[in-house]
């Protein structure tokens, strides 16, 4: 066996600008409530959700007027893997209902991986996936 050698033990948090930070604040609460996160920190301007392992940050930009495009250098994706294929379906449900944009519905993408992408307030694509269901992963 392969001895491990790498000194990072996770991502610990991602930490993004939002150009409404209600806006994002409202979308990001009902997102992490959901997904079963809780508040990590609340200031003026700034909020973080973690589920123990991964934190995730949100904070007013300081030229909201910047639109993200996808395709454009910089961010792609963040991706929160869930427990099973029932749970993908279960937040394309929730996202429905909320009205978030759905960018490509849950579905089988690659071999054993399935997943669904959606948008943020802010256009930022996230992904709710799980892959090895079908292996016993």
């Known amino acids: 066996m392969a001895k491990?050698?790498?000194r990072v033990v996770c991502i610990d948090h991602i930490a993004i600008r939002v150009s409404d930070y209600e806006k994002s604040k409202a979308f990001y609460s009902a997102?992490?409530?959901f997904l079963g996160f809780e508040v990590l920190d609340e200031y003026p301007?700034?909020?973080g959700w973690t589920n123990g392992q991964t934190r995730y940050w949100i904070g007013q930009?300081?030229?909201?007027?910047?639109?993200?495009?996808?395709?454009?250098?910089?961010?792609?994706?963040?991706?929160?893997?869930?427990?099973?294929?029932?749970?993908?379906?279960?937040?394309?449900?929730f996202?429905?209902?909320?009205?978030?944009?759905?960018f490509d519905?849950?579905?089988e993408y690659y071999e054993d991986y399935y997943a669904v992408f959606f948008l943020d307030p802010d256009g930022l694509k996230l992904e709710?996936?799980?892959?090895?269901?079908?292996?016993g992963a």
Do not use: C
């Open 4 to 6: 491990n050698t790498s």
């Open 31 to 33: 997102l992490f409530d």
């Open 61 to 93: 930009a300081e030229e909201p007027d910047h639109e993200f495009r996808i395709g454009q250098p910089g961010f792609h994706h963040y991706a929160f893997q869930l427990r099973s294929r029932k749970d993908v379906d279960e937040l394309q449900a």
């Open 95 to 102: 996202l429905e209902e909320q009205g978030v944009e759905i």
């Open 105 to 107: 519905p849950a579905d």
């Open 128 to 135: 709710g996936m799980k892959y090895g269901e079908k292996g």
């Open 45 to 47: 301007q700034m909020m």
